[in-house]
């Protein structure tokens, strides 16, 4: 039976290489950075363009489609996820690494119907690793598949995480509570790429056992997400499973009602996040974390 | 007029590339991992296998020249710099990254004479990317020069740092106590590789303004040392005087500004030195 979203997903691929290349154009060019939230809140021009040009191509072919894009929310535009087929963009996912030339650079689109997530692409360009999804069909980069790490004892585990881009006392107070509980287990180790996209690609591609964050945002997790779990990992919130939680369902085939999801634990609109290999190893993270909750991604803009 | 030390370095090039070789091979095998001064201190076979071969290699054709090497170290070999040419080597830096097979592992060689670093090569293996420095001659990665960033605002700076593989309370409060004041001044972000040769490599290419540890030992640093000052870099100690390789405690920046400005955010802690005599 044909994939009724084949071609949205060829696009998807070809329109994260291209904008690969522009991002690394760019980085031989002027690199000028503006804030936005927060003066370690960075946007460029390059952000902008590339997600333009993302968004003009997908009009061009896919006219009904629908969009939620860093940038475009940032104007003004509505961040509320429908059951139309919604493209989800990062157009460059890790800006500060861009502005200083650190090498872990992603574009990242996710395409959710029906508020799942259809099919993910993540492009890490510098390295010119494309990294892609599609549910109940596996995870790849360059074409090889992905597995998550076997690792179960947390003792033998490197977690990826991230400081964020709030440097409010509060929500740094809290992330480094979280970090000196994960690190004091003792695990491994701990790292981060410094974008959340490829954070979970390292997930999928089991080089660590699992990355968690509060901070994120929709358009940082939904390619991820997919990715994450067609690699035979989980997802879930960052204080666990709620209590109506399906907890027998497979990540990638399960539907929750009213949240975007890949995985059915975790609501990619709340800001926080855990991608693992298994759920041992996240319920286990679940315990350390300090948990807050940013304002939701698709709560009404203040007046 | 003819460099003595070019065809000592020269070997070291070649024989820090067979070793990343060797790594990659290993890393489609069994990476069994033992542990060494603390659970999270992990070594394994491949990096012992390692450090023989660039040790057999040199002293067949270098038979007057010593060595300090993280693995002999362990095994009970001194520790102690001499004015001796002296091959100071890291055969796998980054090994918890190997383990996990997390992109960034290095084979570092650092080579001293009189007490001074004459040249140092960086090869990390899984990028394929060797980095070189030759005293006075710049700093290179595959050929092309290096350079540090110019940004002296460290407020547009990203600072890589390390937990390093201390969970001794203490040691774990004042790493964080540090971490908190520098992302607080604030800085773009903080990232860490997992390998401190790599840390400074990412200076010294321009990519971080800063790296910064405390923990580290010589043969983490011996060989990014250099790379970092040819390529316009500085080292400095975390309180503010002189580096010294043997005292597990290292500044490398793209300039005096910024490693100041460090200096005034670290929680300072002594770990014991590298050349410190082992306890009775």
């Known amino acids: 039976m044909a994939d009724q979203w084949q ?15 522009v991002v690394r154009e760019a980085l031989l060019d002027d690199r000028a950075v503006m804030t936005k939230s927060s003066s370690v809140d960075l946007v460029t021009q390059t952000d902008q363009k590339v997600e333009q040009l993302i968004i003009q191509s997908v009009k061009e072919k896919f006219p009904t489609h629908r969009f939620i894009g860093e940038e475009s929310v940032a104007a003004g535009e509505s961040c509320v996820l429908t059951d139309c087929p919604t493209w989800i963009i990062d157009p460059i996912d890790g800006t ?9 650079v992603a574009v990242s ?5 029906n508020k799942q997530v259809e099919f993910g692409v993540v492009y890490s360009c510098l390295e010119d690793k494309m990294f892609t999804a599609r549910r109940g069909k596996g ?3 360059n074409g090889q598949p992905l597995e998550v790490s076997e690792q179960k004892d947390i003792q033998q585990s490197i977690v990826a995480t991230e400081f964020g881009s709030s440097r409010a006392p509060e929500a740094v107070d809290r992330i480094f509570c979280s970090l000196k509980n994960v690190l004091s287990i003792p695990v491994h180790g701990l790292r981060g790429a410094g974008t959340a996209a490829i954070n979970m690609c390292l997930v999928a591609s089991g080089c ?8 994120i945002h929709v358009w940082d997790v939904a390619a991820g997400s997919l ?27 399960c539907v929750s009602d009213g949240c975007l999801c890949a995985g059915g ?10 991608a693992a290999n298994s759920r041992t190893i996240a319920e286990r993270l679940v315990r350390e974390i300090a948990p807050f909750r940013p304002p939701r991604d698709d709560a009404p803009p203040p007046n």
């Open 96 to 104: 500060t690494n861009f502005v200083h030339a650190f090498p872990f």
């Open 265 to 274: 634990e975790v609501d990619l609109m709340s800001r926080r996040i855990i």
């Open 109 to 113: 689109i996710g395409f959710s119907v």
């Open 208 to 215: 660590v056992e699992a990355y968690y964050e509060i901070g």
């Open 139 to 141: 995870a790849f980069c």
């Open 7 to 21: 071609s949205s997903m060829d696009h998807a691929v070809a329109i994260a290489r291209r904008a690969g290349e």
């Open 227 to 253: 990715i994450v779990c067609e690699a035979g990992g989980v997802l879930m919130d960052v204080e666990g499973n709620g209590p109506d939680a399906n907890t027998s369902c497979l990540p990638a085939r």
